[in-house]
C-alpha cells in the first residue's frame, strides 16, 4: 500500500470511529431522554429521545462542520423503534407479526447502513446536498443544517413509522392476509433497493464522465432504489392497518409526507444536478419514468 492509500485508509477509519462515537453519544441522550420523559405516554418519550439524539449528532456536525455525520441516521433509528414498542406492547399482540415487523426492518436498516458505509470516503467528503441546502436556504448555516439536514429527515422517518405502533404494540387483529401483502411489499421493496443499488454500484466502477445509467432497473426508472426505499414505508403501513384497521388509519400521514418529499425534493434535486453534469439526460428523463419501474415513455 502506498503512503497516500495508507494515509487515505487511516482518514476513513478515523472518520468512522468519530462517527460511531457520535451514535454512542447520541444513543446514550436519546435513552437518558427516554428515561426523564418515562414510559407513561410511550409515543412522546420515543418522539423526544428521537429528538435528543438528532440534536446530539447535529452538535457532533457542527463541530466537524460536516453534516454527514447524520447519514447514517435514516436507517440506524427505525431498528430502535422496533425494539421500543415491542417493549410497550399490550396484551393481544400478534407475536408472528412483530417477528416479521422485526426481521423486515432490520434487513432494510444493515442493507442500507452498509450500502452507505462502504460507498463513505470520509470525513473530507459532505454529502453534495447539504452545501446546495446551505447555500439556498434564507437562514444561517447553523439553522439550515438543524432543520433541514437533520430534524427534517428525522421528522420524515418518525412519521413513517407510526405504523410500528399498532404493528407491534396495540393493534390485536391476528395476523392475516393483509399481513401477508405487507410482508410481500416490504420484502420486495428491500430487493428492489438492492438491486438497483448494486447495479448502480456496478455501473459507477466504469462509468465515463458524462455517462447515464440507463441499464437493468434503470433502463425502466430514474430512481429505481428510491421508489424500493417507497415502497418499504408504505409496506410498514399495511402492517399497521393490518394490526387495527379501524383506529391507527391515520398513519397513512408517514408514507404520504415519504411520497412528498421524494416527489418534489429529492428527486427534482437529483435530476437537476444530473441535467447539469450529463449532456445526454434530459432527453433519458423525457423518456423514463421519474420513480415507478415501468415500460419507457415514448
Not at 409515543?43 to 455525520?69: K, P, Q, V
Not at 406492547?89 to 412483530?98: E, L, N, Y
Not at 409496506?235 to 404520504?256: E, N, Q, Y
Request: hydrophobic letters at 55%.
Amino acid at each position: 500500500m502506498s503512503e497516500s492509500e495508507s494515509t487515505g485508509s487511516r482518514s476513513r477509519l478515523d472518520s468512522f470511529a468519530l462517527v460511531g462515537a457520535a451514535y454512542l453519544v447520541a444513543l446514550a441522550v436519546g435513552c437518558w431522554t427516554a428515561l426523564l420523559f418515562g414510559a407513561e405516554r410511550p409515543l412522546l418519550t420515543l418522539a423526544a429521545a428521537d429528538l435528543a439524539a438528532t440534536l446530539a449528532i447535529w452538535a457532533f456536525s457542527m463541530a466537524f462542520d460536516n453534516g454527514s455525520f447524520y447519514d447514517a441516521f435514516w436507517s440506524v433509528a427505525p431498528p430502535f423503534f422496533v425494539a421500543w414498542w415491542i417493549a410497550q406492547a399490550g396484551p393481544g399482540v400478534s407475536g408472528v407479526r412483530q417477528a416479521a415487523v422485526a426481521i423486515l426492518v432490520l434487513a432494510w436498516a444493515v442493507r442500507l447502513t452498509w450500502n452507505w458505509a462502504r460507498g463513505w470516503t470520509g470525513l473530507h467528503h459532505e454529502d453534495w446536498r447539504y452545501p446546495l441546502l446551505y447555500e439556498r436556504a434564507p437562514m444561517p448555516k447553523w439553522a439550515s443544517s438543524l432543520f433541514g439536514v437533520h430534524v427534517f429527515p428525522t421528522l420524515q422517518v418518525f412519521l413513517g413509522s407510526l405504523a410500528l405502533v399498532p404493528a407491534l404494540a396495540r393493534g390485536t387483529r391476528p395476523f392475516g392476509a393483509l399481513d401477508v401483502l405487507a410482508v410481500l411489499v416490504t420484502s420486495a421493496a428491500i430487493l428492489v433497493e438492492l438491486v438497483a443499488d448494486e447495479q448502480m454500484r456496478a455501473f459507477a466502477r466504469d462509468k465515463r464522465p458524462g455517462a447515464i445509467m440507463d441499464r437493468g432497473l434503470w433502463k425502466w426508472s430514474r430512481h429505481p432504489n428510491y421508489f424500493g426505499e417507497l415502497s418499504f414505508w408504505w409496506g410498514l403501513w399495511l402492517f399497521g392497518v393490518a394490526a387495527s384497521p379501524s383506529s391507527w388509519w391515520w398513519t397513512i400521514l408517514g408514507p404520504l409526507a415519504m411520497t412528498a418529499m421524494f416527489l418534489f425534493a429529492s428527486i427534482p434535486m437529483l435530476d437537476e444536478r444530473s441535467a447539469e453534469r450529463r449532456p445526454g439526460f434530459e432527453e433519458y428523463a423525457r423518456r423514463t419514468r421519474a420513480m415507478i419501474p415501468l415500460p419507457r415513455l415514448s
